[in-house]
Nanobody, 122 residues
Framework: VQLQASGGGLAQPGGSLRLSCAVS????????IGWFRQAPGKEREGVSC????????YYADSVKGRFTISRDNAKNTVYLQMNSLKPEDTAVYYC????????????????WGQGTQVTVSS
């Protein structure tokens, strides 16, 4: 299993970025892709996740209404559209995969991609 996260960068407060997570080598029909982030000195936290089979989604309260997760099954890619960015969104963002039902708990995800840095600053 390989997950390749990309799309991070520098954005101004109020700006937007779109992260991508390309998945390969995973053959189960039912799996979930999650986005997580880790700021310096803080624990990794769940941001959002999506069920590949039915498209159901979950958002952490801190990003609800600002971030949108979506999938393109043909491209085996999951996106995280981040709008109205705030300085507190600054973190390394990771995507990860699990089988089964929708859940965002970090310990349930067995395979992780490398992180992509998101910095929100004026």
């Amino acid at each position: 299993v390989q997950l390749q996260a990309s799309g991070g960068g520098l954005a101004q407060p109020g700006g937007s970025l779109r992260l991508s997570c390309a998945v390969s080598g995973f053959t189960l029909d039912y799996y979930v892709i999650g986005w997580f982030r880790q700021a310096p000195g803080k624990e990794r936290e769940g941001v959002s996740c999506i069920s590949i089979s039915d498209g159901s989604t979950y958002y952490a309260d801190s990003v609800k209404g600002r971030f949108t997760i979506s999938r393109d099954n043909a491209k085996n890619t999951v996106y995280l559209q981040m709008n109205s960015l705030k300085p507190e969104d600054t973190a390394v963002y990771y995507c990860a995969i699990k089988s089964g039902t929708l859940a965002i708990m970090t310990g349930l995800y067995g395979h992780w991609g490398q992180g992509t840095q998101v910095t929100v600053s004026s």
